[in-house]
C-alpha cells in the first residue's frame, strides 16, 4: 500500500499528470459550453415550436401522427394554391393590390412555420420509410455525441501525454535504485505504473463522454434511450439491432479500447527507445495517419488501430452507395460485417497485452541493469 501511494502521488502531483487532466478537462468543457451546432431554424420561435412539437411525436409513428403530420403538409400545400391563385388573379386584373395583400396576409402564419412543416414532414417520410426500426427522435443532440466521424482530438494528445509521463524521469526520481535489489519490488512497481495508466484512461474517457453527453443535450434533447439507433439518419442502413442508449454504452467501452491501445504503444515505444520525442511522434502517427489514409470510406473500421475505436460509430454503419449512370454502384462507406466488428474488440484486447507484456519485459530487463543505465 505503501509504495502504491508513493507512485500515485508521484505520477499525480509531482510530474503533473492530475493536473493536465483537470486543465485538459476544463479545456474540453470549456468549448463544449462556448461552441454548439448551429441552430435548425432562424427563428427562436420556430426553434420553441419544434422542440414542443417533436417532443409530442416522439416515439413510434402511430396513425395519430401520420395523420397530424399530413394534416399539416395539406395546409401548407392549400396554402402555396391560395398564394398562387391571388397572384395569377392578380396578374390578370381580377383583384387588386389591397385583395392581394389581404389574402398574403392571411396565409403569414402559415408560411412563416413553412421551415418547421417542411421539417417535420421530412422526418416523417424518413420514418415512415421503416416505422419498425426508425422512431421520432429529435437526432440534433444523438447525432452530436454518436454520429462523429473523428476522434475527440483533445483525448488523444492528452492520452500520449500522459502515458510518456508514466516511466520518464524513472531514474531520477529514485524509484528504480530502489527497487533494483527485489524482483517483486520491480514487478509491483511495473504493475502500479500500468494500473495507473489504465485508470487515467477510464478517467480521461469517461470525463470526455460525460462533457460531450452535456454538449449534446444543449444542443437536442437526448430522449429515447430506448429507440433504435435507425432513428438517427446517419445510422439509417445499419443492421444492428441496438437502442442509442445501448450504442453510447458501447461507445463508452469502445473508445477506452481505443484509448488503452494507443497507451500501450506509446509505453511500449518509450520503453524501447528511451526518447519523449519517439514516443510522441509515434503516438500521434497511429493515432492520426490511418485517418488521413483511410478517409470516411470504412476501411478505418476493418483494422484493429486505436482511431477505429475512438470513432467507434463505423462500426455501426451500414454500406452507403450512390447509384451512377452506367449502373455502377461507388461506395461511400463499406460497413464491417458482423462477426469481423465483433472479432476486433478481442484482437486489441490482446494487442494490449501483447505490447504490455513486452513493456513489463522492457522495464524489469532496464532495472536490472543499474539506475543509471535504467530508463530514463
Not at 445510422?235 to 497507451?263: D, E, N, P, V, Y
Request: some cysteine; glycine content about 8%.
Amino acid at each position: 500500500m505503501r509504495l502504491a501511494a508513493e507512485e500515485l502521488k508521484k505520477l499525480l502531483i509531482k510530474r503533473g499528470m492530475l493536473l493536465f487532466i483537470v486543465l485538459m478537462l476544463a479545456l474540453k468543457l470549456g468549448l463544449a459550453l462556448t461552441t454548439a451546432p448551429p441552430p435548425l431554424f432562424q427563428t427562436q420561435q420556430l426553434q420553441n415550436q419544434y422542440q414542443e412539437q417533436i417532443a409530442a411525436l416522439m416515439g413510434p409513428l402511430t396513425a395519430e401522427k401520420r395523420q397530424q403530420l399530413l394534416s399539416a403538409k395539406s395546409r401548407l400545400d392549400d396554402s402555396d394554391s391560395r398564394i398562387e391563385e391571388a397572384f395569377e388573379e392578380f396578374a390578370a386584373a381580377k383583384i387588386n393590390s389591397q385583395q392581394l395583400d389581404e389574402v398574403t396576409a392571411a396565409e403569414t402564419d402559415v408560411q412563416i412555420a413553412r421551415p418547421l412543416s417542411e421539417h417535420l414532414y421530412q422526418q416523417y417520410e424518413y420514418v415512415a420509410a421503416d416505422p419498425t426500426n426508425r422512431y421520432f427522435v429529435d437526432p440534433v443532440g444523438w447525432s452530436a455525441i454518436l454520429a462523429s466521424e473523428q476522434p475527440d482530438y483533445l483525448l488523444v494528445l492528452a492520452v500520449i501525454v500522459l502515458s510518456v509521463l508514466v516511466f520518464s524521469g524513472e531514474d531520477k526520481s529514485g524509484m528504480a535504485a530502489l527497487n533494483l535489489t527485489a524482483t517483486k519490488g520491480r514487478m509491483r512497481l511495473a504493475a502500479l505504473k500500468l494500473g495507473i495508466t489504465g485508470l487515467v484512461c477510464l478517467l480521461l474517457v469517461g470525463g470526455c463522454l460525460l462533457i460531450d453527453v452535456v454538449q449534446a443535450a444543449r444542443a437536442g434533447s437526448l430522449f429515447g434511450f430506448g429507440f433504435p439507433i435507425q432513428s438517427i439518419p446517419f445510422f439509417a442502413l445499419s443492421t444492428a439491432s441496438i437502442s442509442l442508449g445501448s450504442l453510447l454504452f458501447q461507445m463508452f467501452w469502445l473508445r477506452l479500447l481505443g484509448a488503452c491501445l494507443l497507451s500501450a504503444l506509446v509505453l511500449l515505444v518509450y520503453l524501447c527507445s528511451r526518447s519523449t520525442i519517439a514516443a510522441l511522434c509515434s503516438g500521434l502517427a497511429y493515432a492520426l495517419v490511418p485517418l488521413f489514409v483511410c478517409g470516411s470510406s470504412g476501411a478505418l473500421f476493418w483494422l484493429p488501430l486505436p482511431a477505429a475505436y475512438l470513432v467507434g460509430s463505423g462500426f455501426y454503419r451500414g454500406t452507403d452507395g450512390v447509384l451512377m449512370d452506367d449502373g455502377s454502384t461507388v461506395y461511400v462507406f463499406q460497413a464491417v460485417p458482423g462477426a469481423r466488428s465483433a472479432a476486433l474488440v478481442p484482437i486489441g484486447i490482446l494487442l494490449i497485452v501483447l505490447m504490455l507484456a513486452v513493456c513489463v519485459w522492457r522495464f524489469l530487463a532496464a532495472q536490472k541493469r543499474g539506475a543509471h543505465d535504467g530508463v530514463d
